[in-house]
């Protein structure tokens, strides 16, 4: 048997047996693992091993039983306004379901850096900001998972898609998004059809910020309501792709995500 200590963010708990509860932890180090805690309706660990907090996770290990029972939990994080909101609490079951689905993107250490620092901003920020930092969120996702569209430039002329020419003219127009080529299609390469996803300029080029500029520079760019809904058909949409299956907690969170 061994002790280990590690950065660690609950996502679930279930009950498991009488008094036990069956716990899914993400770390840096691990990935996704499930554990143990042991412990009646009274214990003190119980209220500090809830979904969403986060700290450092004390375990042990048997390895040839193949058990990880939970020995401690040094809480940093408790990120208490999720609890007040309900969109930041589907947005919370939302992330988790993809963390499971994907298995961290295959990356768990910088899959670590990505959902904490978007679980942080949102425990600091109100309920308008969040819903852009999950497009954020998700856009960074799809890049770790290696299924993100490029949005410099048109995959037909190689143009780029921000430049100034396809501002004025043509700003009621739409970008073509081709999943063939997995990028865009200028406004003057397309002929639109039925079924086809578009997007406006305002869009594309946010996208293009979050994959191109720090957090920082990007937290202050701000995007009218219709670009903000462009944004997020088009991320969710990307986003079930990559786990590959529809995803129960935009199902249960219709409305609210
Ligand atoms: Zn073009």
Known sequence: MRNF????????????????????????DEGIFTATLYGGPKSKMRSL????????????RDE??????????????YHLSFRENLFKT????????????????????????????????????????SRLGLIRFLWRYLSL???RPQTKICCVCGESLHSEKLNSSSISEK?????????????????PRAGDFLLSKEAVTYLEAVASLSPKEVRKITVSKTGFF????????LIEQVCGTKLKSLETGTGIL
């Open 175 to 191: 970008y073509i998004y081709s999943p063939f080529e997995n990028a865009f299609i200028c406004p003057s390469c397309q002929n």
């Open 145 to 147: 998972s290696g299924c």
């Open 230 to 237: 462009e944004m997020k058909e088009f991320v969710y949409l």
């Open 49 to 60: 091993v809830s979904p969403m907090n986060s700290g450092i996770l004390y375990y042990y």
């Open 90 to 129: 589907y947005a919370a079951s939302f992330v988790t379901e993809i963390l499971i689905k994907t298995k961290c993107a295959g990356s768990s250490s910088e899959c670590w850096k990505i959902v904490n620092g978007f679980l942080d901003g949102m425990e600091l920020c109100d309920e308008n900001e």
């Open 64 to 77: 040839v039983k193949n058990q990880t029972k939970i020995t401690d939990f040094d809480v940093k994080n």
């Open 5 to 28: 200590s590690t950065p660690s963010l609950i996502l679930s708990v279930t009950v498991s047996g009488e008094n036990n509860r069956r716990v899914t932890v993400f770390s840096p």
